[in-house]
């Protein structure tokens, strides 16, 4: 029997920006389209910056990200909220997993893995360890296929202990894995609406495991499509996106809103960011992107 998760009905979206550089075109893209979504059901839109990986936070990123979401007229609504400022949560989340025996320690060194299958093998779990030495740890994956809805990618059906085996919810070096965090902060701030990339809705099934075992309810998904370069490849700070430039705030975002297949008239193009935005969220048409899992930047540059 399959783990089938009801979905939200009113409205509090977010964008969950990574600070470890400026933002580039393809996030920019998704802030976007989250913001849009956002507005047009006249909900709530969130910013949380995910900074619990502190090896890759970049001083003064945050800062550069809020500056350039103002510069293109993509306000939200409350504070910034900071995963930093909730390390607590977290941990608590931990202990009600642990009270479930639902995680075990894994001392798995990364060259052991190297030489196993993409899916973990297991071995700490069928192998107890001490939890002396330093760990991560695992959540217990159940052989059950989890299914939900997406909204531009249709319905979704993942069997995790096939597909990912046991994942890690904290790593070795102490820190909060993204499946946990983003789970925890999600309920935190009662998001019922998720709108972001392609490249995460392998991450759902995951975090909806992880709702269900801590009783958290399951927010509505959209995954929308990436921007890839030449190559196919995604843009990202990885392969060197450059960051978006705020004093052609216009031209981007009317390049944004063909590239999420809007069709924005011709006559747009020069017009005001105000113009501009109100335009996108009274047409706004998500389902134009349906079943599309990437476009490219440079057929509309």
Not at 94 to 115: D, F, G, H, K, W
Request: neutral net charge.
């Amino acid at each position: 029997m399959g783990l089938t998760l009801p979905t939200a009905t009113s409205y509090i979206g977010r964008f969950a920006p990574s600070p470890t550089g400026p933002l580039h075109l393809g996030s920019l893209y998704t802030a976007l389209a989250s913001y849009l979504d956002a507005r047009q059901h006249k909900g709530l839109w969130m910013l949380r910056i995910d900074d619990l990986d502190t090896p890759r936070n970049m001083p003064g990123a945050s800062d550069a990200i809020l500056n350039c979401l103002q510069s293109f007229g993509l306000y939200w609504d409350s504070e910034v909220d900071y995963q930093s400022h909730h390390l607590e949560q977290y941990e608590q989340a931990i202990v009600e997993l642990q009270m479930q025996q639902a995680l075990y320690p894994c001392t798995c060194s990364r060259s052991l893995l190297a030489n196993s299958p993409l899916i973990y093998p297991g071995h700490c779990r069928t192998n107890p360890q001490s939890t002396d030495a330093p760990h991560a740890l695992r959540v217990k994956t159940a052989d059950i296929s989890t299914r939900f809805v997406d909204d531009l990618q249709g319905e979704i059906s993942q069997n995790l202990a096939s597909k990912h085996g046991d994942f890690i919810v904290k790593r070795k070096d102490g820190i909060i894995a993204y499946q946990l965090a983003c789970v925890v902060d999600d309920q935190r701030q009662k998001v019922n609406r998720v709108v972001r990339g392609y490249d995460l809705l392998g991450s759902t099934p995951k975090q909806l495991y992880l709702q269900h075992l801590l009783g958290y309810p399951t927010p509505q998904y959209m995954h929308i499509p990436l921007i890839v370069d030449q190559e196919g490849h995604k843009l990202s700070k990885q392969t060197r996106a450059q960051a978006v430039n705020p004093n052609q705030a216009g031209p981007t975002l009317f390049l944004l809103l063909t590239l999420l297949k809007q069709n924005p008239p011709p006559d747009l193009r020069l017009a005001a960011i105000d113009s501009i935005l109100e335009w996108a969220i009274e047409h706004w048409q998500a389902e134009r992107l349906t079943s599309t899992q990437a476009v490219s930047a440079l057929q509309h540059s």
